[in-house]
């Protein structure tokens, strides 16, 4: 349910937004939207790495700014491995994305099974 008002925006807005791109304004606001909207996913994707490959993490204050670091002796190598696995599997191999997943979530499944993973 995270995404779907997302899509749903996505879907209704798309056919507007095409017949408005001759407009300059709406054209630089629309480029200035889309830099956002990456820096937002590269921020989820490098909370969301740091969270799955390491147990810990630790705030690191310098006056207005905040920045959380993992504790790099809580790292998890049966996640490190995973993911390079599966980063060899999508760049080296050209695996498609849900091949991948599938069989990265079998992993995990499997490591969990057998007790090799938390």
Do not use: K, Q, Y
């Not at 590269?42 to 969270?51: T, V």
């Amino acid at each position: 349910m995270t995404f779907a008002p997302c899509f749903l925006w996505i879907f209704l807005g798309a056919p507007f937004v095409e017949r408005m791109r001759g407009n300059r304004a709406l054209a630089a606001a629309l480029a200035a939207i889309t830099a956002a909207v990456v820096g937002v996913i590269l921020d989820l994707a490098l909370w969301f790495a740091m969270h799955a490959l390491f147990g810990r993490t630790t705030v690191l204050d310098a006056g207005p700014l905040r920045l959380e670091v993992p504790v790099l002796s809580t790292v998890d190598p049966w996640a490190l491995a995973l993911a390079v696995l599966a980063g060899l599997a999508l760049f080296r191999f050209r695996v498609g994305t849900l091949g991948v997943v599938a069989g990265s979530a079998l992993a995990g499944v499997a490591l969990r099974t057998v007790g090799a993973a938390p």
